[in-house]
């Protein structure tokens, strides 16, 4: 039983949230940057790019890592709402973990449908005999990924915002870093290239808060403990 409790209060500490955001940033930002560098930006095309080997493995890669970064993401979002506990306001909380389980699952169908154009497209048989049917699944899945699921997350950004501001877990500069790049995503994604990329980057600078946070609090605590 002694060894039990510490290792279930390291599992829900501010610690382990920030490690899981951080690891859900960096998988999602190279999986993004992947498919945006390999990929090409118009929809109706596929030009020579799905018998490139080069690009068609980076494409590949990056749909293997985003199972991943939706893992570590879930895992985020346990671990965050553990620690708001019992002074969530229950209408953001709501939104929190809505919006961030939908975020994953349209990002995940999205991998999924460019996977099956990827796999079907193989030796550039669409492209070369049906570009209706590739321009379809192209447009599918950048408005899957680049319009309805940064929406979720600009909305999943506004609500873990607001609670940690309610909750005074971050100061105000990350709050207002965080509205901006809400309103970024909500407005403007899916016209500005590589916009999506905000996502990661709030994850990311909002762990490392929280890690930056936790160290220093452990830090200090033996120090305040000693005579």
């Given at each position: 039983m002694s060894v039990a409790i510490p290792a279930?209060?390291?599992?829900?500490?501010?610690?382990?949230?920030a490690v899981a955001g951080i690891a859900f940033a960096v998988l999602l930002t190279i999986a993004l940057a992947l498919v945006r560098s390999a990929a090409p930006s118009d929809p109706r095309t596929a030009g020579d790019w799905v018998a490139d080997g080069g690009r068609r493995k980076a494409v590949l890669v990056a749909l293997n890592l985003l199972p991943f970064a939706a893992?570590?993401?879930?895992?985020?979002i346990g671990v965050v709402r553990d620690r708001i506990g019992e002074g969530e306001d229950r209408l953001f909380a709501t939104v929190f973990l809505g919006s961030g389980l939908l975020?994953?699952?349209?990002?995940?169908?999205?991998?999924?449908?460019?996977?099956?154009?990827?796999f079907t497209a193989d030796d550039n048989a669409i492209a070369a005999s049906q570009p209706a049917?590739?321009?379809?699944?192209r447009r599918i899945t950048n408005t899957l990924l680049n319009v309805y699921a940064m929406r979720m997350a600009a909305v999943f950004i506004v609500s873990t915002t607001?609670?940690?501001v309610r909750l005074r877990l971050i100061p105000r500069w990350l709050a207002v870093v965080g509205y901006l790049a809400a309103a970024a995503l909500l407005l403007t994604v899916g016209v500005i290239p590589w916009l999506e990329l905000?996502?990661?980057a709030?994850?990311?600078v909002f762990s490392?808060?929280?890690?930056?946070?936790?160290?220093r609090t452990a830090s200090a605590s033996p120090a305040a403990a000693a005579p």
């Open positions: 279930r209060t390291a599992i829900r500490s501010p610690r382990a949230a893992i570590a993401f879930l895992w985020f975020f994953v699952a349209m990002m995940l169908s999205a991998a999924a449908l460019a996977g099956g154009l990827l049917i590739w321009a379809f699944g607001t609670l940690a905000l996502f990661p709030w994850v990311f490392v808060h929280i890690l930056i946070v936790t160290v």
